[in-house]
C-alpha cells in the first residue's frame, strides 16, 4: 500500500513541530512528508529545503493562510501544529478541502470550537486524529495491560499527584516571550488545557468516563515575569489569568474515586516527586512514579511501573516523537486512536473546572467552589416544556415504535391526509409509506415528570392524577442531594401556593408576536399536547432525579409526594431505574396492561410490596378505602434475616416414581418469610397475565417470594441477575411459560434438584456465581443454551453432564479455574458432546479444524455405534458404591419381568418411551468397601443375588428415598456382592489392585447429590463398624479431594448410617 502522503501547517526549522511531529513521519513508514506551510515565505523555503534533505524527495513549500496546503492534490492529510489559538482557523479550512485532518491537542480553544471542529468533520465525512499520543506511552499500555488481566480486581480509587517545576518557566512565576499566550485562560495552553488535559485522557482512556467532579483551582502567581529566549528578565510583566494549582475530586462511572493534585511553579527540589499515580483494585495496587524533570507529560515521558510494590519492565520511550509515531501509525493500520470526538470528551471536562475559576474573584490567592461535572444550569419550566414538546414532535414515530409488536399484523391501511401538525399523534395512525424507525423509548427523570403533571394539573387538564399521596419512607431519595447547596430553606413554598406561583409567572410571557416573528404554540397548548402524547406513549423509562433541574424547583423543598402515572393509558413497557417503584401510582392499572416490567436499583426487600400490595393499595385508593399516603412495608422479621443462610440440599427425586407423580420435598421449615396478604386479598386473575418480560436485576434481592409467582404465570423471559440469591428460587416452578432465566451474578453454589423448579426452560445463564458442579443441569431436557462462565468449576468432566441434552446447542465455560489448569479443555469439551452425536458452540464458536483433528471419536463413527436409535444410553459409567456394607434387603427387587423392577432414569424413559424394549446390557458393578480388593460382577448376577434376597425372612426396612440419579448418565448406587461371588478373571478391564486412571476417577466420582450412607442392616459390631467408617472416609478422600467432607456432611444429612460416635472410637 502506498504511503499516505502528509502536509504540515506550522512545520518550521525549530519548535515542538520539528522536535516531535516531524521525526514521527519520518520514521513512519506508512507516511510520506510531502509538504509544509508557515506564516512566511522565507521560513517555508527553508523547511521545505531541511526536509527534502532529510526525507530524501522534494518537500513543497506553501505560505500564508492554510487554503494553499489543504487544495494541494498531493496531499492526503493534513497536519496542524499551530498555536492553539488559530487551530480552529486552520482545521475548518483544511477539512472544508475534504482532507483527513491531524490536530494537536487542545483542538480547539475551547469546547465550543472544538464541538465546531468535529461537527465540520463528521458533515464532510473525513477522518480526524488528535495529538492526544499519551494514550501510546508504553507506560499506559502497560498498565492497560495490567488492569484487562484484571490481576488487581476491580478498581476502587485512583489518586495523582503531579507538578510542573519553575524552571520549566510556563505556568509559574515565569514565562518565556514566545510562551506569553500560555498565561491566559482562554488561550487553550493553560495548566488545565495541557497538563491536566494530556494527563485526564490517559485517565478516562484507562478507568472509564467521569461522572461527577469536584474542582478547587488557585492563582499564586497573578503577575508573571516575562523572559527572553536565554532565560533572562527582559523587566517585562505580564498579567495571568490562569489558574497555577488544581486540586479535585471526582467519581468515575464504575464507582471509583478519583483525586488529583497538579501544582505549577515550585521548585524541583531534591528528591521531590515530579509524578505520582496510585491505582488501587480489591486484590492488589498499581504505582507510576517518576522523579524526572516535568515527568507529568506522560505523552512524553514514561514513569516507572510497579505493581503491588514490584518493577515492571517495559521498553520506555526514548524522545517525544516516540508515542506521536505510535498514534501515527494507529491511524494508518486502522487501529485505535485519539479522535475529535474523544478530545470533545476531555474538553468538556476541562470547561466545567475553567467555569469554576471564572468564578473566582480577582486577585485572591485561592478560592474552593465545588461543582458537579457535567456543569449545568437550571433550566425555565417554560423552556423545558417546549424542549420536550418539540423532542416528541420529531420523534413521535419512533416513540410509537417502542412497544412490543404484536405477532400478526393487518395490511397497512391507506395513508391518513391530515397532517401531523393538526393530528398530533398520527404516529399511532396508519401512516406506513416509508420504513418504520428505529424505537426510542421515552425517557425521564421523576422530577422533570412531576413537574409536567403539575403544570397539566394546574391548567386544567383531566386524568393527570392525584399528586397529594405522601411516601414516608422510600428506600431511595426522591430527589438529587447536592450537598453544597447553601440557600436559605426557612422560608418554603407549600404546594397549594407553589401552583399559584407557576400560575403568576407563566401569565408573564411576551407575545413573540412583538419581536416580530411567528408566534409559537401556547404553554397550554403544548401541555396538551404532551397529555396526548402520555396518553399514547408505549414505553417509558423513568429514572432519579439529576443535578439539572427546573428553574422554579430548584428552591423549593424536596419532593415527598408520589409521581401518577394515570396519563399513561397505553404502556406496554415500564423501565424505572434508580427510584423506589412504590413511590408510583397506578400498578393497578400497569398490572393490566404492561408486557415487559424491568425495576434496577430500588432497594427493594420483598418484590410482593409491587406485584401485590401496590397492585392492591393503588385499587383500594382508587375505590376510596385505603388511606393516601403510601408506606414502606417491610415484612416482618426481615430485617433480621440472613442473606447468607446455607443453601438447603433438595431431596434426591425417586426415578421409580418421577414419571408418575411430582416429587415431594420433605418438609423444612422456610427461612423466607411470606407475607398474608395474598391469602386475604388475593388478586383477580388478570393482573400481570399479559407480562411477557421480567427484569430484577441488581436489586440486592437475597430471597424470591412465591406469592407473587403464582400471578406471573404468563413470563417467558425472567432477569434476576446481579442479585444476592444462594440458590434457585423454588417459587420459579410456578412459571409455566418460562423459557429464558438470568441468574448471573449471584451466590449460587448448587443446582441440585432445578429440574424439579424448571421444566421447559430453553436459556439458562448461571454465570458469576460459585458453582463447583452443575450436577442436575442433565435433567433439565428442553435446554438449549446454558452459561456457565467465571464459576469455580474446576474439573473439565463437569461438562459433560451436559452432553445427554438432546437439545443443547450453545455452552460458555470460560473463566472456570479448569480453562486454566488444561490447555486443551476445549478439546475434552467438544468430545463430550461428539459421542453424543452432538455439534455444539462452545463460548460462541464452533470447534476449529485443529481442535477437530484432536478429537479422538468423529461423530459418524460415534452414530454408527451399538447405541442404537437411543443416543442417552451410551457408554454408561461403572457405579462405586461407597457406603460400606448395605443389607440385601435394601437391594431387593422384584423379578425382572415386573413393571417398574428396572431403575431406569426418567430422562432415558422420557427418551425411549414409544420404542421398543432393547435388551439391557450387563453393567460392572465395582464396590470399594470390600476387605482389601474390588469385587466386580455383572449387572445380570446381582439382580439374581438381589432377587433371591427378597425370600429371605425379615421385613424389608422403611426407605424413605429412592437411589437417585444425578450422574453425567446414570450413576447409582448398588450394594456390595454376595460374599461367595467369585472374583473377576485376569483378563477384565478392572482387575483386582489396578489403579483407575485419572479421567476414569473423574467419571466414578461421587457427587453430592449421588452419595447416600447405608440404611440400618443387621446389627454390627462396634469394630466392623470403625472399619466401614473409616474405610468411607478414605474413599471419599481419594475421590472428591478437599471437598470430601462437604459431600461427607450433605451425606449424613437424614440418613440412618453409621453412628457419628464410633468416629472417636
Sequence with gaps: MSPIKVGVVGLSSTGWAASALAPGLLNAPSFSLTAVSTTSAASAEASAQKYSALAGHPVKSFHGDASGIANDKDVDLVAVSVKAPAHRAVALAVIEAGKDVFIEWPAGANATETAEIAAAAKAKG???????????????????????????????????????????????????????????????????????????????????????????????????????????????????????????????????????????????????????????????????????????????????????????????????????????????????????????????????????????????????????????????????????????????????????????????????????????????????????????????????????????????????????????????????????????????????????????????????????????????????????????????????????????????????????????????????????????????????????????????????????????????????????????????????????????????????????????????????????????????????????????????????PTDPLAYLSSVSSLDLSSNLLVSVPPGLSALHSLSSLNLSDNMIDSVLGIYTHLGQILSLNLARNRLESICGLERLLALERVDLRHNIIDDPAEVSRLAVLPNISDVWIEGNPFCELDDAYRVMCFEYFWKEGKSIALDGSAPGLIEKRGLSVRPDEQMSSSRGSVRMKANSPPVVAVGGARSPALNASPDSSQPGSRNDSPLLAAVGAKEKERKKKNKRIVDLSGPGHRAVRSEAEGSAAEGAAVAGPGPRPAVHRARPSHGRHRSEFSSPPPSGLSPPSPSSPLAPGEPLSRSAARRNRVSASVFEPPTAGPVMSSEANAEAYRRRIEALQNDMGEGWLKVFSQGQMGSPGVSPGVASG
Excluded at 493500520?333 to 466545567?352: I, Q, V
Design 126 to 704: 473525513v477522518k480526524s486524529i488528535v495529538g492526544l499520543q499519551g494514550r501510546q506511552a508504553p507506560s499506559v499500555k502497560k498498565v492497560k495491560e495490567i488492569l484487562e488481566s484484571g490481576v488487581i480486581g476491580k478498581v476502587r480509587s485512583s489518586s495523582i499527584i503531579a507538578l510542573c517545576p519553575r524552571e520549566l518557566n510556563v505556568w509559574g512565576p515565569t514565562v518565556t516571550e514566545r510562551n506569553l499566550y500560555f498565561t491566559d485562560i482562554n488561550g487553550g495552553a493553560t495548566l488545565l488545557d495541557i497538563g491536566v488535559g494530556h494527563l485526564f485522557d490517559a485517565v478516562t482512556h484507562l478507568l472509564g468516563d467521569l461522572a461527577t467532579v469536584s474542582a478547587t483551582t488557585a492563582q499564586h502567581y497573578p503577575i508573571v515575569t516575562v523572559l527572553d529566549d536565554e532565560q533572562k528578565p527582559t523587566g517585562k510583566t505580564v498579567n495571568a489569568s490562569a489558574p497555577d494549582q488544581i486540586a479535585f475530586n471526582g467519581l468515575f462511572k464504575s464507582g471509583a474515586i478519583s483525586s488529583a493534585i497538579f501544582c505549577a511553579g515550585l521548585p524541583a527540589t531534591q528528591g521531590r516527586k515530579h509524578f505520582l499515580w496510585e491505582i488501587d483494585g480489591e486484590e492488589g495496587s498499581i504505582r507510576m512514579e517518576s522523579d524526572e524533570f516535568a515527568s507529568l507529560f506522560v505523552n512524553v515521558k514514561d514513569p516507572k511501573v510497579y505493581l503491588n510494590g514490584e518493577l515492571v519492565e517495559f521498553e520506555a520511550v526514548t524522545g517525544p516523537a516516540t508515542n506521536l509515531t505510535s498514534a501515527w501509525e494507529a491511524f494508518a493500520k486502522g487501529e485505535a486512536y485519539p479522535t475529535l470526538e474523544d478530545a470533545l470528551k476531555t474538553r468538556r471536562l476541562l470547561e466545567g473546572i475553567k467555569q469554576i475559576d471564572q468564578l473566582r474573584p480577582a486577585n485572591t490567592p485561592q478560592t474552593c467552589t465545588p461543582t458537579k461535572f457535567p456543569l449545568m444550569e437550571h433550566e425555565a419550566g417554560d423552556d423545558y416544556i417546549r424542549r420536550i414538546a418539540s423532542f416528541i414532535r420529531i420523534n413521535e414515530r419512533a416513540l410509537g415504535e417502542a412497544g412490543i409488536p404484536l405477532r400478526r399484523r393487518g395490511p397497512p391501511p391507506k395513508p391518513a391526509s391530515a397532517p401531523s401538525s393538526l393530528n398530533p399523534m398520527a404516529w399511532f395512525g396508519p401512516e406506513r409509506n416509508s420504513p418504520p424507525p428505529k424505537p426510542i423509548k421515552f425517557a425521564i427523570d421523576t422530577h422533570h415528570l412531576f413537574y409536567l403533571l403539575m403544570r397539566m394539573e394546574d391548567g386544567g387538564i383531566d386524568g393527570v392524577g392525584t399528586l397529594d399521596v405522601k411516601v414516608d419512607n422510600p428506600s431511595k431519595p426522591m430527589n438529587y442531594i447536592n450537598i453544597f447547596r447553601d440557600s436559605d430553606k426557612s422560608d418554603t413554598l407549600s404546594m397549594a401556593s407553589f401552583r399559584s406561583t407557576l400560575s403568576a409567572v407563566s401569565g408573564l410571557s411576551l407575545g413573540a408576536a412583538w419581536w416580530g416573528r411567528p408566534e409559537p404554540p401556547s404553554i397550554n397548548a403544548e401541555l396538551k399536547y404532551l397529555f396526548s402524547c402520555f396518553t399514547k406513549i408505549p414505553a417509558l423509562v423513568l429514572s432519579s432525579p439529576g443535578p439539572k433541574m427546573v428553574k422554579e424547583l430548584a428552591n423549593e423543598p424536596p419532593n415527598e409526594n408520589c409521581l401518577p402515572l394515570e396519563a399513561f393509558r397505553s404502556l406496554q413497557v415500564f423501565e424505572c431505574a434508580d427510584i423506589d417503584p412504590r413511590t408510583v401510582l397506578g400498578w393497578d392499572r400497569l398490572s393490566d396492561g404492561l408486557r415487559s416490567l424491568t425495576i434496577k436499583r430500588s432497594g427493594l426487600e420483598d418484590v410482593s410490596d409491587i406485584f401485590i400490595g401496590a397492585v392492591l393499595d393503588d385499587h383500594g385508593r382508587r375505590e376510596g378505602t385505603t388511606s393516601r399516603s403510601r408506606s414502606r412495608r417491610v415484612s416482618p422479621g426481615h430485617a433480621q434475616q440472613s442473606s447468607v443462610y446455607s443453601t438447603r440440599l433438595p431431596e434426591t427425586v425417586p426415578e421409580a416414581n418421577e414419571d408418575s407423580a411430582p416429587p415431594t420435598p420433605h418438609p423444612d421449615p422456610d427461612p423466607i418469610p411470606h407475607s398474608d396478604e395474598p391469602a386475604a386479598h388475593p388478586l383477580p386473575d388478570h393482573k400481570w397475565s399479559a407480562l411477557r418480560y421480567l427484569s430484577l436485576s441488581d436489586n440486592s434481592l437475597t430471597f424470591l
